[in-house]
C-alpha cells in the first residue's frame, strides 16, 4: 500500500529547545561539525487504494489544518512512498509492457 509522508518543522524564525538541547548533547559527547539542530515531525498515512490528485489535495489540507500547528510550524514537504513489493509490481508490469519492443520476429512467425 502506498505511504504518503508529511513533514512538519518549527518555523525558521522561533526557537527550537528540543534541538538546542541536543545539539548541546552532541558538543558534549564529542561530536563537532554541527552549526545547529532543529527537531521535527514526520507522520506515515497509509493509503488503502491509488494516490489521486483528489487524495493529494485532501492531504494538503490535513497536513495544514491537522498534523501541523501553522502558528509555530511549517509543512516542509509531502511525498509519496510505494512498498517494496509496489515497486518490483510495477517494474514487472512496466517490463512485460514493452517486452516486445525491439524484438524483430523471423519470417512466417507472429508475435
Known amino acids: 500500500m502506498p505511504t504518503i509522508v508529511v513533514d512538519v518543522m518549527p518555523k525558521a ?3 527550537d529547545p528540543q534541538g538546542k538541547a541536543v545539539a548541546g548533547a552532541l ?4 561530536h563537532t561539525g554541527f552549526t545547529g539542530v532543529r527537531i521535527g515531525k514526520r507522520f506515515e498515512l497509509i ?3 491509488p494516490v489521486d490528485d483528489a487524495l493529494k489535495a ?3 489540507q490535513i497536513a495544514e489544518e491537522i498534523l501541523s500547528n501553522s502558528v509555530i510550524e ?3 514537504g509531502i511525498h509519496y512512498e510505494q512498498s517494496n513489493a509496489e515497486l518490483a509490481e510495477e517494474a514487472a508490469r512496466a517490463a512485460s509492457e514493452h ?3 525491439g524484438y524483430v520476429a523471423p519470417a512466417g512467425e507472429t508475435h
Open 27 to 30: 558538543a558534549r559527547t564529542g
Open 99 to 101: 517486452a516486445d519492443e
Open 47 to 49: 493509503v488503502d487504494g
Open 74 to 76: 511549517d509543512v516542509v
Open 13 to 15: 524564525e522561533l526557537l
Open 58 to 60: 485532501s492531504v494538503q
